[in-house]
């Protein structure tokens, strides 16, 4: 069984793909593993698969994975995962922000502490950071998923981790959200991201995210929803009463304005509970009938079938 995977997907990636190549195996070399190389192309229309083919010729470790089209970064990143033979597999960004070499801590960390998962987090944004923190407390807030703040591509799994992994099959998701479902032993280094200059999360890729991940988990958007119908509800009762009290203690009020404005209150908190309970259907429904396969591959290179 081969020690190590090593993991990462491509996208118009042609820049980085020599020097990433070159320094994970320096650190491979420096760990004494047995390792393969594992890089997913997600789509590109440069020549990322061009200079991958051409690596593999004289390196078997070095395999590689071509979609069809793009089908996105984390499912990229999953399909990687599902053809790894490592008893560890590290993923990690090839834009070379997260540095190659930090697979020697985390290396050393997970058989350290026997954790099954052990993931990188950011000490500080240097992009987005405003945004950044937003997305990722609101993502926590209306998930209820344990997530940590500004957390990074790069990991280090455990066989064990990666088999319970494999066992979702759905179209939409995210690597975080998985990996907060799947439990085990998890642990987390901090790490500090260099910078390219921009960031291929746009917001509209973060917008896209954030209402993906409240789709598929519903039960968690269920009962937010719900318990923000049931407080509004309940102020408005609570309005309506203290109106009626005033009114009845001589307080006079612009005639009209203040039970419109009680009315509009009450059935926009119960509009919204029912709309929270038509999403929970609705997203129900999508769930049976979704059958489309996360990716389609093109082509597989020192990939076994």
């Known amino acids: 069984m081969v020690k190590l995977s090593v993991i990462t997907t491509l996208y118009n990636s042609s820049e980085y793909i020599t020097e990433f190549v070159r320094r ?20 590109s229309t440069d020549n990322s698969v061009e200079i991958v083919e051409n690596l593999s010729k004289s390196k078997k470790n070095i395999k590689l994975i071509k979609f069809t089209r793009n089908f996105g970064h984390h499912v990229a990143m ?37 954790d099954d998962l052990i993931y990188g987090v950011q000490t500080k944004r240097n992009k987005d950071r405003i945004l950044g923190s937003v997305f990722w407390k ?30 979702f099959p759905q179209k939409d998701f995210f690597l975080g959200e ?12 901090k790490v500090e991201k260099l910078y390219k200059g921009h960031s291929s999360y746009s917001f509209l890729k973060k917008y896209t ?43 006079q009020y612009l005639s009209g304005w203040l039970s419109i404005m009680v009315i509009i209150t009450f059935f926009a908190s119960i509009n919204f ?5 038509i999403l929970q259907f609705v997203s129900k429904l999508l769930e049976e009938v979704r059958s489309k396969p996360r990716f389609i591959i093109e082509k597989t290179i020192n990939i076994d079938q």
């Open 273 to 277: 509970f029912f709309f929270g309970a």
């Open 138 to 167: 609101a993502l926590k807030f209306l998930t209820g998923l344990d997530l940590s703040i500004n957390p990074c591509t790069i990991r280090i799994m455990s066989v064990k981790f990666v088999r319970n992994l494999k066992k």
């Open 78 to 114: 999953v399909c990687g995962l599902e053809k790894a033979k490592g008893e560890f597999s590290f993923l990690i960004d090839i834009d070379l922000e997260e540095q190659p070499e930090l697979l020697l801590t985390f290396y050393a960390k997970i058989l350290d502490t026997n």
């Open 178 to 189: 998985l990996s907060s479902y799947i439990g085990l032993k998890q642990s987390t280094i």
């Open 209 to 251: 995210l954030l209402f993906n991940m409240l789709f598929t988990n519903i039960n968690s958007l269920w009962i937010r929803l719900s318990f923000f119908a049931a407080l509004m509800s309940i102020l408005s009762f609570a309005f309506v009463i203290a109106l009626l009290v005033s009114y009845l203690l001589g307080k």
């Open 24 to 43: 994970i195996e320096n650190v491979v070399e420096k760990l004494k593993v047995e390792a393969e190389i594992i890089l997913v192309d997600d789509g």
